[in-house]
Protein backbone atom coordinates (compact mmCIF):
# COMPACT_ATOMS: atom_id res chain seq x y z
CA UNK A 1 0.00 0.00 0.00
CA UNK A 2 1.07 3.22 -1.05
CA UNK A 3 1.19 6.17 1.51
CA UNK A 4 1.82 9.66 0.69
CA UNK A 5 2.77 12.19 3.66
CA UNK A 6 0.63 14.78 2.60
CA UNK A 7 1.55 17.04 5.28
CA UNK A 8 4.96 16.79 4.25
CA UNK A 9 5.16 17.59 0.71
CA UNK A 10 2.48 20.90 1.10
CA UNK A 11 4.64 21.76 4.30
CA UNK A 12 7.93 21.27 2.36
CA UNK A 13 6.24 23.40 -1.35
CA UNK A 14 5.12 26.41 1.61
CA UNK A 15 8.01 27.03 2.72
CA UNK A 16 9.63 27.45 -1.03
CA UNK A 17 6.35 30.09 -1.37
CA UNK A 18 7.31 31.53 1.78
CA UNK A 19 10.81 31.95 1.69
CA UNK A 20 10.70 33.85 -2.08
CA UNK A 21 7.50 35.88 -0.50
CA UNK A 22 10.23 37.08 2.23
CA UNK A 23 12.98 38.15 -0.66
CA UNK A 24 10.52 39.84 -2.64
CA UNK A 25 9.30 41.82 0.38
CA UNK A 26 12.58 42.36 1.34
CA UNK A 27 13.58 43.61 -2.10
CA UNK A 28 10.47 46.04 -1.89
CA UNK A 29 11.03 47.30 1.65
CA UNK A 30 8.40 46.04 3.36
CA UNK A 31 8.25 44.09 6.74
CA UNK A 32 5.63 41.33 7.04
CA UNK A 33 4.80 40.68 10.42
CA UNK A 34 3.17 37.59 11.42
CA UNK A 35 0.95 38.47 14.42
CA UNK A 36 -0.59 35.70 16.22
CA UNK A 37 -2.51 34.74 19.20
CA UNK A 38 -6.14 33.04 20.91
CA UNK A 39 -8.97 35.36 19.89
CA UNK A 40 -10.18 37.98 22.41
CA UNK A 41 -6.29 38.28 23.01
CA UNK A 42 -6.15 42.12 21.50
CA UNK A 43 -4.81 41.72 18.13
CA UNK A 44 -6.90 44.25 16.71
CA UNK A 45 -6.98 46.44 19.89
CA UNK A 46 -2.85 46.69 19.73
CA UNK A 47 -2.80 47.14 15.56
CA UNK A 48 -5.48 50.18 16.36
CA UNK A 49 -3.25 51.73 19.04
CA UNK A 50 -0.02 51.40 17.01
CA UNK A 51 -1.43 52.47 13.95
CA UNK A 52 -2.71 55.28 15.53
CA UNK A 53 0.83 56.15 16.99
CA UNK A 54 2.85 55.06 14.16
CA UNK A 55 0.89 56.34 10.77
CA UNK A 56 2.29 59.88 10.63
CA UNK A 57 5.98 57.95 10.51
CA UNK A 58 5.39 55.03 8.11
CA UNK A 59 2.89 53.88 5.34
CA UNK A 60 1.09 50.47 7.27
CA UNK A 61 -0.96 47.76 6.49
CA UNK A 62 -3.24 45.38 7.74
CA UNK A 63 -4.53 42.14 6.22
CA UNK A 64 -6.90 40.77 8.66
CA UNK A 65 -7.71 36.65 8.53
CA UNK A 66 -11.21 35.34 9.54
CA UNK A 67 -12.86 32.43 9.03
CA UNK A 68 -15.60 35.01 8.09
CA UNK A 69 -16.49 38.36 9.62
CA UNK A 70 -14.96 41.97 8.44
CA UNK A 71 -15.29 43.60 11.56
CA UNK A 72 -11.42 43.98 11.93
CA UNK A 73 -10.36 45.38 8.42
CA UNK A 74 -13.26 47.84 9.37
CA UNK A 75 -11.30 48.84 12.55
CA UNK A 76 -7.92 48.92 11.41
CA UNK A 77 -8.87 50.70 8.57
CA UNK A 78 -10.62 53.97 10.67
CA UNK A 79 -7.42 53.73 12.46
CA UNK A 80 -5.69 54.89 9.64
CA UNK A 81 -3.93 51.66 7.77
CA UNK A 82 -4.73 50.56 4.51
CA UNK A 83 -6.65 47.33 4.96
CA UNK A 84 -8.27 43.70 3.48
CA UNK A 85 -10.22 41.02 4.91
CA UNK A 86 -8.89 37.91 4.12
CA UNK A 87 -11.74 34.84 4.47
CA UNK A 88 -9.90 31.69 4.88
CA UNK A 89 -12.86 29.15 4.07
CA UNK A 90 -12.77 27.47 7.30
CA UNK A 91 -9.25 26.91 7.59
CA UNK A 92 -7.86 27.97 10.95
CA UNK A 93 -4.55 29.39 9.40
CA UNK A 94 -2.88 31.41 6.82
CA UNK A 95 -0.28 29.54 4.52
CA UNK A 96 2.31 32.08 2.11
CA UNK A 97 0.29 31.42 -0.65
CA UNK A 98 -3.01 33.14 0.81
CA UNK A 99 -1.12 35.64 2.72
CA UNK A 100 0.78 36.68 -1.07
CA UNK A 101 -2.73 36.28 -2.36
CA UNK A 102 -4.35 38.81 0.07
CA UNK A 103 -1.21 41.48 -0.14
CA UNK A 104 -1.38 41.14 -4.09
CA UNK A 105 -5.29 42.36 -3.94
CA UNK A 106 -4.40 45.32 -1.49
CA UNK A 107 -1.59 46.17 -3.12
CA UNK A 108 1.77 47.05 -0.77
CA UNK A 109 3.48 49.46 -3.09
CA UNK A 110 5.41 51.58 -0.66
CA UNK A 111 4.21 49.76 2.36
CA UNK A 112 6.65 50.03 5.15
CA UNK A 113 5.06 47.79 7.60
CA UNK A 114 2.04 45.34 6.46
CA UNK A 115 0.48 43.38 9.70
CA UNK A 116 -1.06 40.18 9.33
CA UNK A 117 -3.45 39.51 11.66
CA UNK A 118 -3.84 35.84 11.51
CA UNK A 119 -6.48 33.26 12.37
CA UNK A 120 -7.16 33.37 16.16
CA UNK A 121 -5.77 30.45 17.66
CA UNK A 122 -2.58 28.75 19.36
CA UNK A 123 -1.71 26.09 17.34
CA UNK A 124 -2.17 25.83 13.55
CA UNK A 125 -0.50 29.61 12.60
CA UNK A 126 2.60 28.24 14.60
CA UNK A 127 2.90 25.63 12.11
CA UNK A 128 2.84 27.27 9.09
CA UNK A 129 5.24 29.98 7.71
CA UNK A 130 3.65 33.23 5.86
CA UNK A 131 6.51 34.66 4.34
CA UNK A 132 6.55 37.01 7.19
CA UNK A 133 10.14 38.71 8.17
CA UNK A 134 9.04 38.55 11.99
CA UNK A 135 6.56 36.79 14.04
CA UNK A 136 5.07 38.48 16.87
CA UNK A 137 2.75 36.53 19.41
CA UNK A 138 0.37 38.28 22.22
CA UNK A 139 -0.47 36.40 25.16
CA UNK A 140 -2.97 38.04 26.98
CA UNK A 141 -2.79 37.93 31.40
CA UNK A 142 -6.60 36.10 31.56
CA UNK A 143 -5.20 33.17 29.44
CA UNK A 144 -2.81 32.98 32.30
CA UNK A 145 1.03 32.79 33.05
CA UNK A 146 0.91 28.72 32.20
CA UNK A 147 -0.46 28.86 28.85
CA UNK A 148 3.42 28.65 27.70
CA UNK A 149 3.84 24.86 28.71
CA UNK A 150 -0.03 23.98 26.87
CA UNK A 151 1.47 25.43 23.33
CA UNK A 152 5.19 25.40 23.36
CA UNK A 153 5.58 25.08 19.54
CA UNK A 154 4.19 28.89 19.15
CA UNK A 155 6.36 30.80 22.28
CA UNK A 156 9.33 28.53 20.26
CA UNK A 157 8.85 30.11 16.98
CA UNK A 158 7.51 33.27 17.73
CA UNK A 159 10.37 36.09 17.77
CA UNK A 160 8.58 38.27 20.05
CA UNK A 161 5.93 37.48 22.95
CA UNK A 162 3.98 40.79 23.77
CA UNK A 163 2.45 39.83 27.14
CA UNK A 164 -1.19 42.28 26.80
CA UNK A 165 -3.76 43.42 28.91
CA UNK A 166 -1.82 44.44 31.96
CA UNK A 167 -4.08 46.50 33.21
CA UNK A 168 -6.13 43.64 34.43
CA UNK A 169 -3.36 41.70 35.34
CA UNK A 170 -4.12 41.58 39.29
CA UNK A 171 -7.42 40.09 38.79
CA UNK A 172 -6.16 36.87 36.89
CA UNK A 173 -2.58 36.00 39.22
CA UNK A 174 -0.82 36.48 36.55
CA UNK A 175 3.22 36.39 36.89
CA UNK A 176 5.16 38.45 34.42
CA UNK A 177 7.91 36.63 35.75
CA UNK A 178 6.87 33.52 35.67
CA UNK A 179 5.82 33.44 31.90
CA UNK A 180 8.56 35.28 30.92
CA UNK A 181 10.99 32.12 32.17
CA UNK A 182 8.74 29.54 30.86
CA UNK A 183 8.70 31.17 27.82
CA UNK A 184 12.49 31.35 27.62
CA UNK A 185 12.93 27.99 28.79
CA UNK A 186 11.14 26.71 25.42
CA UNK A 187 12.82 29.98 23.56
CA UNK A 188 15.54 31.70 24.69
CA UNK A 189 15.73 34.66 22.23
CA UNK A 190 12.51 35.67 22.66
CA UNK A 191 11.57 39.60 23.01
CA UNK A 192 9.21 40.18 25.31
CA UNK A 193 6.81 43.54 25.75
CA UNK A 194 4.33 43.54 29.00
CA UNK A 195 1.75 46.30 27.55
CA UNK A 196 -2.10 47.29 28.08
CA UNK A 197 -3.77 48.64 24.85
CA UNK A 198 -6.61 50.07 27.33
CA UNK A 199 -3.74 52.67 29.35
CA UNK A 200 -1.11 52.61 26.49
CA UNK A 201 1.33 51.34 29.60
CA UNK A 202 4.87 49.47 27.55
CA UNK A 203 3.46 50.85 24.36
CA UNK A 204 7.13 53.37 24.26
CA UNK A 205 8.82 49.83 24.21
CA UNK A 206 7.13 48.31 21.29
CA UNK A 207 7.06 50.92 19.30
CA UNK A 208 10.66 51.35 19.08
CA UNK A 209 11.05 47.72 18.62
CA UNK A 210 8.70 48.18 15.91
CA UNK A 211 10.28 50.71 13.85
CA UNK A 212 13.47 49.85 14.65
CA UNK A 213 12.41 46.33 12.77
CA UNK A 214 11.45 48.27 10.07
CA UNK A 215 14.65 50.20 9.70
CA UNK A 216 16.90 47.33 9.77
CA UNK A 217 14.71 45.35 6.70
CA UNK A 218 15.01 47.92 4.95
CA UNK A 219 18.96 48.68 5.31
CA UNK A 220 19.68 44.61 5.48
N1 LIG B 1 -8.52 45.49 29.71
C1 LIG B 1 -8.03 45.36 28.48
N2 LIG B 1 -8.82 44.92 27.49
C2 LIG B 1 -8.29 44.79 26.26
C3 LIG B 1 -6.92 45.09 25.97
N3 LIG B 1 -6.69 44.82 24.66
C4 LIG B 1 -7.85 44.38 24.15
N4 LIG B 1 -8.84 44.37 25.11
C5 LIG B 1 -10.23 43.94 24.94
O1 LIG B 1 -10.26 42.56 24.60
C6 LIG B 1 -11.32 42.29 23.67
C7 LIG B 1 -10.78 41.59 22.42
O2 LIG B 1 -9.89 42.46 21.75
P1 LIG B 1 -9.52 42.32 20.21
O3 LIG B 1 -8.46 43.32 19.93
O4 LIG B 1 -10.75 42.38 19.37
O5 LIG B 1 -8.92 40.83 20.17
P2 LIG B 1 -8.47 39.91 18.93
O6 LIG B 1 -9.55 38.91 18.75
O7 LIG B 1 -7.19 39.28 19.39
O8 LIG B 1 -8.28 40.81 17.75
C8 LIG B 1 -11.96 43.62 23.37
O9 LIG B 1 -13.11 43.75 24.19
C9 LIG B 1 -10.90 44.64 23.76
O10 LIG B 1 -11.46 45.87 24.17
C10 LIG B 1 -6.11 45.58 27.06
O11 LIG B 1 -4.91 45.85 26.92
N5 LIG B 1 -6.71 45.67 28.27
MG1 LIG C 1 -9.09 40.71 15.82
Known amino acids: ?16 D ?3 LRQELRKKGTLLINLMA ?8 LLERTINDLSSQMNIAVLEADVDSSV ?3 RVAKAGARAIQ ?19 EMGYEGIDLAVLENVGNLICPAEFDTGAGKKVMILSTP ?11 MFRESDVLIISKTDVMQFFDFSIEKCVERAKKLNPNIIFFPLSSKTGEGFDEWEKWLKDAVKEWKNN
Not at 1 to 16: F, G, P, Q, V
Open 143 to 153: EGDDTPLKYPL
Open 86 to 104: VHTGGMCHMDAGMTRNGLE
Open 1 to 16: MKIIELKETITASNDR
Open 38 to 45: SPGAGKTT
Open 72 to 74: DAE
Open 18 to 20: AEQ
